[in-house]
């Protein structure tokens, strides 16, 4: 008797990184599982034509600051499955996965250890309550900054590692924001990720080239602490901390490799980043260390290139966790673009968007972040909304080929994560017995359609998108009322 399965996705082109397969197949789900990846026709008691389009794993996003329902949804909207927080983290990281559960997403989740949120309370005495916003808004002051005393350093290892135990993927560690922080603290950080077999997920600190008198050159911290330690050290968004001097660290990654060190790397397909407004590379003294000046800066809350040094001290005192958009490239000129390039395609390089919280340009509308479509009134960086289909965009214009892209956006990032987190072995991956976690998609016509001007609107050519076999987008619509993501936790 011929087996009827839940679904079936007939005839699309399927792409499997992990195979190699790329070709035209029926995709067969059932109980939120892909059963059989056939040539011949499969029968499904939804069975929907997708001939013509690309079935793939659904995109998995290592670095992603905006888990709220409204940033989830527009990263739905670009073909993601999964979205981390590792790059900052949680602390405690088990109260967000209870808070998230509660709330419900459309899309899987998962948080790293905050060695910055612990480090706030330890060396800082602050009290950062756990949430994204509030690690912003902590993320300037010079309180926790500084060197930490041995003991000090002892109490943040076993807090990290009590968060490890308790479920948390890898530790997150925001080097650029505390440059007083002492190298030998990192290197005990990574022995700790050795030991536990967790990744750890570096923001770098300052690159010699732009200030001299750091501790250590960050992208030599980060090899250095692969080769001595053993840990998979994974480097965040290596083109904004890198900027111009990206083939040095690329190189020092590839010669680590080459010595048998684990390091990857991401990057996003923009020529700007964003971050909280009173980091201290931000200071208007600093500035110029990166090649930038006030005018460099884009404050969200109101739009505006911020003007002087004078304005931007106002706006790192009244509001130090406001979101800035700051230019480290110009998208427009052909080296900037061709040295963007290059940190996207480096060997097995991740695309991961670093996706930002959305913020309220208005102060009178109400209910925003969970209405949909989004109204006007929030903005962010566009690489919130369109990361990963500007990805796609960008390799069709430049002839490389799909299946490349897309293993950089699923394939990869999961196995970064596999070794603390058995469930994203299952990711990533379109073959029998996988999640069925995926995308189908167009590959003529996807592409992001934010800008910096209208940064929430949702990237096109998804056509659906299933989350454990659980469609949250149909026929090129979101469903807003169906949130089928599920939590990632270490060893699940």
Known sequence: METVHEIVLQRGRVIDPETGLDAVRDVAVDGGAITAVAAGPLRGALAIDVAGLVVAPGFIDLHSHSQSLAGRRLQACDGVTTAFDLEAGRFPAAAAYTREAADGSPINYGFSASWAAIRMQVVGGLQPDGSNEDTLRFLGDPRWQVA????????????????????????????????????AEYRA???????????????????????????VDGAEEIVRAAEQTGAHMHYCHVNSTSARHVDRVLDLVRRCRAAGGRVSTEAYPYGSGATAIGAAFLAPDRLGERGMTPRSLTYLATGERVADAARLEQLRA????????????????????????????????????????LVRASDTATNLETRWPLPPGLVTHPRTAGCFSRALRLWRETGRTLPDVISRCTLLPARVLEASAPAMRRKGRVRQGADADLV????????????????????????????GGTFVIRDGSLLPEVRPGRPIRAST
Do not use: C, N
């Not at 005393?149 to 650029?176: E, H, K, T």
């Not at 480290?328 to 390089?349: C, G, V």
């Open 189 to 215: 950080v990574a022995e700790l990720a050795a030991r536990a077999g967790a990744a750890t997920f570096t923001h770098a600190r300052d690159l010699i080239e732009a200030r001299p008198d750091t501790k």
């Open 440 to 467: 189908v998609l167009d590959p003529e016509r996807v592409t992001d359609q934010a800008t910096y001007a209208h940064s929430t609107r949702p990237s096109v050519g998804v056509r659906h998108l299933l989350v």
């Open 148 to 183: 930490a005393s041995p003991r000090q350093v002892a109490r943040i290892i076993d807090d990290l590692a009590a968060q490890l135990a308790d479920g948390a993927i890898g530790i997150g560690l925001l080097m650029g924001y505390a440059p007083g922080a002492d190298p």
């Open 318 to 357: 009244t509001d130090p966790g406001g979101l800035v958009i700051l230019d480290f490239l110009d998208e427009d000129d052909p080296a900037d673009q061709a040295t963007l390039r290059r940190s996207l395609t480096f060997d097995d390089a991740i695309i991961a968007s670093d996706a930002m919280p």
